[in-house]
C-alpha cells in the first residue's frame, strides 16, 4: 500500500478511525468488547499505522480500547487525536475550545492512551456557534495553545477538523499544519476547495464520513446506484469502491474508515488493492 507523509512519518493510506469502537451514539461500553479490540488488533497486523481517536469518543472508552488491545504500541504507530469538545451525560458534545480545555484534552489523551507525545491532535472546530459566551474564543488564541503544545514536546504536530478555507489559510500561517480532517465522500464533496489547497501544500487531507456518515438521515455511499453498480462490475463492495475512489482522487487523502467489524475492517483495507478504471472513475463522478 502506498504511503503519504503525516507529520513527518509515512503511513500507509488507509489507516483506521476509532468512532465506532464505542456504543451507540459513541457512548459507553462496545456491542462487543472483544470484537472491538480484535479490530484494532488486526488493524494492525495488516498494515495500518495510523489510528484516529478522541477522548470523547465514549468518553475515554475508544481510547481505553487502543491501550488494551496495542500497548505497548508497534514502532511506526501514529496515534492522531483531536481536542475541542467533550461529552456530556446526554450524549451531547458540548465546545470545550477554551485554551485551557485544549490543554486538558490533550493531557487526557496522552493519560489514556499511555504516551508522553500524540503523532498530532486536530483542533476540532464547533459546527455551530456555541450558546455559551465562554465558547467563542478566537482561533488566534486556539491554535495559540495547540502550538505550545508542540513546543512542550506533547503533541508531534497540529492538524485542523471541521474547518473552512480560510480557518485552514490561518491554521496554516500560524501552526503550520500536518493535516486537515473534514468530511468528504464520493457523496459529499463540498470541501473540494479545501481538499484542493492541501494537495497544492502537501498537507494530508484526512476524510470523515468517507463513506457517508453512520448517524441517521445523512447519506450513504454505499447506497449511491453508481457506486453498487461499479462493484457489481469489479467483483467489490460498494463501501471499497467509495473508499478507492478517495485514494484516486488525490494523492495526499489519508483514510480513517471506521468499523465495529473485523469483516469490514479487512474489505476496507482491502479497498487499497482495487483499481478503478478512467471509465468507472467516469461513472462514479457522473452528475454530481
Ligand atoms: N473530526 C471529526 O469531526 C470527525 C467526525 C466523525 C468521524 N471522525 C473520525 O473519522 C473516522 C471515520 O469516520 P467513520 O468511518 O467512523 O464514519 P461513519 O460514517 O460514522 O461510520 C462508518 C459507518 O460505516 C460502516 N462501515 C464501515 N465499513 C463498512 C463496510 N466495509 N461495509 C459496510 N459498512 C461499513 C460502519 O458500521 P460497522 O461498524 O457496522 O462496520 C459505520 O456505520 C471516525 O472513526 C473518526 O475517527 C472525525
Redesign the pocket.
Known amino acids: 500500500m502506498d504511503t503519504y507523509l503525516l507529520a513527518g512519518r509515512p503511513v500507509h493510506r488507509i489507516g483506521f ?4 469502537l464505542p456504543g451507540p451514539g459513541v457512548m459507553g461500553p462496545p456491542r462487543d468488547r472483544d470484537e472491538a479490540v480484535a479490530v484494532l488488533r488486526r488493524a494492525v497486523e495488516l498494515g495500518v499505522d495510523h489510528i ?3 477522548q470523547y469518543y465514549g468518553p475515554d472508552i475508544a481510547n481505553e480500547l487502543i491501550h488494551e488491545a496495542l500497548h505497548p504500541y508497534p514502532e511506526g504507530l501514529v496515534l492522531v487525536s ?1 481536542v475541542g469538545a467533550v461529552r456530556d451525560e446526554k450524549g451531547g458534545w458540548p465546545a470545550a475550545q477554551r485554551p485551557e480545555q485544549l490543554r486538558a484534552g490533550v493531557e487526557d489523551n496522552l493519560r489514556s492512551l499511555g504516551v508522553e507525545r500524540l503523532g498530532a491532535v ?1 483542533l ?1 472546530l464547533l459546527d455551530h456557534p456555541s450558546d455559551d459566551p465562554a465558547q467563542s474564543v478566537p482561533l488566534e488564541d486556539q491554535l495559540g495553545e495547540m502550538v505550545a503544545l508542540r513546543e512542550e514536546g506533547k503533541i508531534a504536530g497540529v492538524g485542523i ?2 474547518a473552512s478555507l480560510e480557518q485552514v489559510e490561518t491554521a496554516i500561517e500560524l501552526a503550520g499544519l500536518v493535516c486537515v ?1 473534514n ?1 468528504f465522500s464520493l457523496v459529499d464533496q463540498h470541501d473540494t476547495p479545501v481538499l484542493d489547497r492541501c494537495a497544492d501544500a502537501g498537507i494530508p487531507y484526512v476524510p ?8 441517521p438521515g445523512m447519506p450513504k455511499v ?1 447506497d449511491d446506484p453508481a457506486v453498487r453498480t461499479v462493484a457489481e462490475r469489479l467483483d467489490a ?1 460498494a ?2 469502491v467509495g473508499l478507492a475512489w478517495l485514494l484516486a482522487h488525490r494523492d495526499n487523502v489519508l483514510l ?6 473485523v469483516a ?1 475492517l479487512e ?2 483495507l482491502a479497498a487499497g488493492d482495487l483499481r478503478l478504471s478512467e471509465e468507472d472513475l467516469a461513472e462514479l463522478s457522473a452528475g454530481r
Open positions: 478511525g476509532a468512532m465506532q484516529d481517536t478522541a483531536k486536530n476540532r477538523s471541521n480532517q468530511a470523515f464520513f468517507p463513506l457517508g456518515s453512520a448517524f454505499t463492495t463501501a471499497q480513517i474508515p471506521g468499523t465495529s467489524r469490514h474489505q476496507n
